[in-house]
């Protein structure tokens, strides 16, 4: 079936520095949406896009779809953003069901 | 815009009894999702609707879940006979289609089976 996979599984940064974090799916007919989530708390869409690169904020996503994966870049990061981001392919222009990856927990420390 | 409400929030039942949880998906949005997290499974697809109908349901437990759409301002999921293995959290999201179809989330159920 269709698979997404995350790394890393957990992220340690000092606040001020980036984060890379990588999504890789099995199939190349997908747009990706990044979710964050506090544990115990909902789930907020930070970025849907099918291929390139989409920035919001301190929020970049970029998906190269032909070699399915995907990436989001959180730069200068902060305390607030501790917490879970999920990445989930979708079909790229229409209504379909989400798969999910299992999730990168980043915590950024003073 | 009130998001994707869902209700209740938290729901203990005993094992063998019925549980109903409610979802509002957001004024406009013409497809309604249904999934569940756990901490072992992670979040997994149940079903979902478009303009009411039931478009996808490869998720659902054959047995004792069953989901409905009766009207475009919300959606119902039923399980009977809920065995402690049901406990999790489940998600409701709903989507307008537009763009990129993304899905926006409700706060989710807390079921816990004892």
């Known amino acids: 079936g269709q698979q997404v996979q995350q790394s890393p599984a957990s992220l340690v940064l000092q606040e001020g520095e980036n984060a890379e974090l990588q999504c890789n799916f099995s199939?190349?007919?997908?747009?990706l949406q990044w979710f964050y989530q506090r544990p115990g708390g909902s789930l907020v869409s930070l970025l849907s896009n099918p291929s390139g690169t989409k920035h919001t904020g301190r929020l970049t996503s970029t998906t190269v779809t032909k070699e399915r994966r995907g990436s989001l870049h959180i730069s200068s990061s902060q305390i607030t953003d501790s917490g879970t981001y999920l990445c989930?392919?979708?079909?790229?222009?229409?209504?379909?069901?989400?798969?999910f990856g299992q999730g990168t927990s980043l915590s950024v420390v003073p | 815009n009130a998001g994707v409400i869902q209700t209740p929030r938290h729901k203990v039942t005993g094992k063998g009894q019925e549980a109903t949880l409610w979802c509002e998906p957001i004024s406009g949005h013409s497809a309604v999702f249904w999934y569940r997290q756990t901490i072992v499974q992670g979040l997994e697809f149940l079903t979902y609707?478009?303009?009411?109908?039931?478009?996808?349901d490869s998720g659902m437990p054959k047995e004792r879940f069953s989901a409905q759409m009766p009207n475009q301002s919300h959606s119902t999921l039923k399980i009977q006979s809920t065995q402690p293995q049901d406990s999790a959290v489940y998600l409701c999201?709903?989507?307008?289609?537009?763009?990129?179809?993304?899905?926006?989330f409700g706060p989710g159920t807390r079921l816990t089976v004892l």
């Open positions: 199939s190349t007919a997908t747009r």
């Open positions: 989930a392919m979708g079909n790229p222009s229409s209504f379909s069901k989400l798969v």
């Open positions: 999201a709903s989507s307008s289609g537009l763009g990129y179809a993304e899905q926006f």
């Open positions: 609707f478009r303009n009411q109908a039931p478009i996808d």
